[in-house]
């Protein structure tokens, strides 16, 4: 995206008060990290913004709590990890946003963090409250957006926030993942497959109508494709499915077919009755009332790789399965090692991206390679769709 105003690398900011906006929200299970990648990607900014003598306050989201305070969803484990790998004094601020945290800030040392407790337990963060935005704006003289992952969301630290601090600018990590998104948009090679897991239809149903346009196939994995499953009358017992997704699925069958790409769904799938349970191979004719689909079959995946070998370009959004548990991890990590591959051996261009994907992808140990593994999941596959991001367009 042209136009946007990067944090420049010179600028003076000893002893400025810096709001940076990043995205600490990683997988946690029991209150316990469990892939931190996505903190790790923040660190070499905060270490060079606190060796450069700034003051930091730092805002995050973790999960969707929405405007409820969770203790589940609590940054405190993050807070913990973060103190431990930045050698400076660091502080949790879990209060209302008034003027407490407001003179909390003015107090920072040069050097310090302050980081703001969940910022979606407050329901103004989610309704892009302005008057919340202004007071989160008042924290700070400079306000960073670093994470691109959050920048397709219309939210008051991520938009809104933007009226209210003179200076704003994105951050390093930020312009990484723009800068090799673009070279991949600007050089993609036909066919291009797009491989979509994940659990909700609802909230990537633009984005795979619109992508239908641009793609050669679109593959549809995860608890996502157990409602094309349905939709097609075919039993899938206890799995996860969405409601009320008859109508959205109907009408991305259609365009598919008036586009003339491709939608390919499974065709067998590993099934168990529990999530701890071990893996059962069934074909999708054969599954039974009290069945759970947690991974793709074998029969699926060969299907899937060669695609893969047959495309030139591959976009991968969420898992195949519940690949937590190593019995049903097969299918994600053959994709994974199908397009790291091709990837190595004859340039295949290939973006990962989302949460889920990037933890699986470190999970499995293999060695892999990928033309960009983004952080970034909803909003890289909408940057990718071509939209004016929300959280970037007030960068500009
Ligand atoms: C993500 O994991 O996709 C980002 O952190 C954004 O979270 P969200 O999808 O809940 O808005
Ligand atoms: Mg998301």
């Given amino acids: 995206m042209l136009g946007i105003k990067y944090f420049p690398q010179k600028l003076n900011i000893e002893g400025k008060r810096l ?32 060796k450069r003598k700034s003051k930091i306050i730092l805002i995050s989201h973790l999960g969707r709590p929405k405007g409820i305070r969770n203790s589940d969803l609590s940054l405190l484990p993050i807070y913990r990890y973060l103190k431990e790998k930045l050698n400076t004094n660091m ?5 209302e946003i008034k003027n407490e945290v407001k003179t909390k800030c003015s107090y920072l040392k040069e050097g310090e963090i302050l980081l703001i407790e969940n910022i979606r337990f407050f329901k103004e963060e989610a309704e892009n409250n302005e008057n919340f935005a202004k007071k989160l704006g008042e924290l700070g003289d400079i306000y960073i957006n670093d994470a691109f992952s959050c920048s397709h969301r219309k939210h008051s630290s991520i938009y809104s926030i933007t009226k209210f601090v003179k200076e704003i600018y994105a951050g390093p990590l930020l312009k990484k993942e723009i800068t090799a998104i673009n070279s991949i948009i600007k050089n993609k090679k036909d066919p291009v497959t797009c491989i979509i897991g994940g659990s909700k239809v609802s909230t990537k149903i633009g984005v795979i109508s619109n ?14 494709a157990n409602n094309f499953l349905a939709y097609k009358k075919y039993e899938i017992g206890r799995s996860l499915r969405e409601e009320n997704t008859e109508d959205m699925i109907k009408k991305i069958l259609e365009k598919a077919e008036k586009n003339k790409c491709k939608i390919v769904i499974p065709e067998d799938c590993m099934v168990s009755k529990s999530f701890e349970g071990d893996a059962i191979l069934r074909d999708i004719k054969s599954i039974e009332k009290d069945d759970i689909i947690l991974d793709i079959g074998s029969k699926t995946i060969k299907i899937i790789e060669e695609i893969i070998d047959n495309s030139n370009t591959i976009m991968w959004n969420g898992p195949a399965g519940y690949f937590e548990s190593k019995n049903f991890a097969l299918g994600t990590n053959a994709i994974a090692q199908k397009v790291s591959e091709n990837t190595k051996n004859r340039s295949l261009t290939s973006v990962l991206g989302g949460g889920d994907t990037v933890s699986a992808i470190n999970k499995n140990g293999l060695d892999l390679s990928f033309t960009h593994l983004s952080t970034a999941g909803g909003a890289f596959l909408e940057y990718l769709e071509g939209k004016d991001l929300p959280g970037l367009s007030v960068l500009k």
Avoid: C, E, W
């Avoid at 906006?21 to 209150?31: A, G």
């Avoid at 502080?91 to 209060?95: E, S």
């Avoid at 346009?213 to 679109?218: A, L, M, Q, R, T």
């Fill in 19 to 50: 709001i940076v906006r990043v995205d600490l929200n990683v997988p946690l299970k029991d209150k316990k990290i469990q892939d931190p990648t996505r903190i790790l990607q923040v660190l070499p900014f905060l270490q060079d913004l606190i």
């Fill in 91 to 95: 502080y949790f601020y879990t209060g």
């Fill in 211 to 224: 992508l239908i346009k641009i793609v050669s196939n679109i593959v549809i994995v995860g608890a996502m």
